[in-house]
């Protein structure tokens, strides 16, 4: 049994989820709390070769969408199996930027794969490790898109073949990840993205600080 916290960030790009997790990173070392951040796909050296294949690879070009599915959730298998299960077992809390909604919002809604055999496929990879709190970081698709404009210009341009999809389909992830939000509301916390970072932070503590005291009990 878990003796640990797992809490996942998820949402549209630029919602500011990376921006979040290092506050709160910070924040709860500040207490004496034991944190690992991680990045799906991504986290471990496989995952994060899969994660060059998925979205950098000059050669990702013909992906199919079942491939995608599978290729995330190889990640998956591989970063709950040799980081998330572990730290958990041994009192950490873990931070993930992003996790299993993002293949239901992005393969499901986006890339309109049969949420069933998404979710088969979602449980397979991760068995019993479950999340037990996701921040769900909302903003308005024009938010998204100035956040990323802005930081492009700052940054060498890289290649995102996921980024590339048009925007149908951003709209369909961003309806996915609403549904994800309101079909579980006890674990799905639903944060308003686009507020200034500091109160985004202010409202991220509110919901995380209350449930603190369950890490290390069994
Ligand atoms: N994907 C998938 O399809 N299926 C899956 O199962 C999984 C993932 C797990 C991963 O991309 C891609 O994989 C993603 C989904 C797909 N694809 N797309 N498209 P990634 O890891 O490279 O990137 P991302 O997850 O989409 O996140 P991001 O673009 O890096 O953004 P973020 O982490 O959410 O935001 P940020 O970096 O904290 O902030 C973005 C900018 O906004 C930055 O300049 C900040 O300084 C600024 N910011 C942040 N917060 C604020 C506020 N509150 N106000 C103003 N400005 C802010």
New binding site residues.
């Given amino acids: 049994m878990s003796k640990g916290l797992f809490i996942t960030f998820e949402?549209?790009?630029?919602?500011?989820?990376?921006?979040?997790i290092a506050a709160l990173a910070e924040q709860l070392r500040a207490l004496g709390h034991r944190v690992r951040q991680l990045?799906?796909?991504g986290g471990t050296p496989i995952g994060e070769e899969i994660r060059h294949t998925?979205?950098h690879s000059k050669d990702n070009h013909a992906m199919t969408s079942e491939a995608?599915l599978l290729l995330?959730n190889a990640s998956?298998a591989q970063l709950v199996r040799e980081v998330i299960r572990p730290a958990l077992a041994n009192g950490e809390i873990v931070l993930s930027?992003?996790?299993?909604d993002?293949?239901t919002a992005?393969?499901g809604y986006?890339r309109q794969l049969d949420l069933d055999k998404v979710k088969t496929v979602i449980e397979f990879a991760v068995g019993e490790t479950k999340p037990d709190l996701t921040l769900f970081?909302h903003v308005p698709a024009e938010v998204s898109a100035e956040?990323?404009r802005?930081?492009q210009t700052n940054l060498p341009f890289v290649r995102?073949r996921?980024?590339e999809a048009d925007q149908k389909f951003f709209e369909r992830v961003a309806h996915g990840f609403g549904v994800i939000a309101a079909n579980e509301p006890q674990r799905v916390k639903f944060i308003n993205?686009?507020?200034?970072?500091e109160i985004?932070c202010a409202k991220i503590w509110e919901i995380v600080q209350p449930i603190l005291p369950k890490v290390g009990r069994w």
């Fill in positions: 949402g549209t790009e630029g919602c500011g989820k990376s921006t979040q990045r799906e796909p998925l979205k995608e995330m998956r930027d992003r996790f299993y993002s293949t992005y393969q986006g970081l956040r990323l802005s930081r995102d996921i980024e993205g686009a507020q200034p970072v985004v």
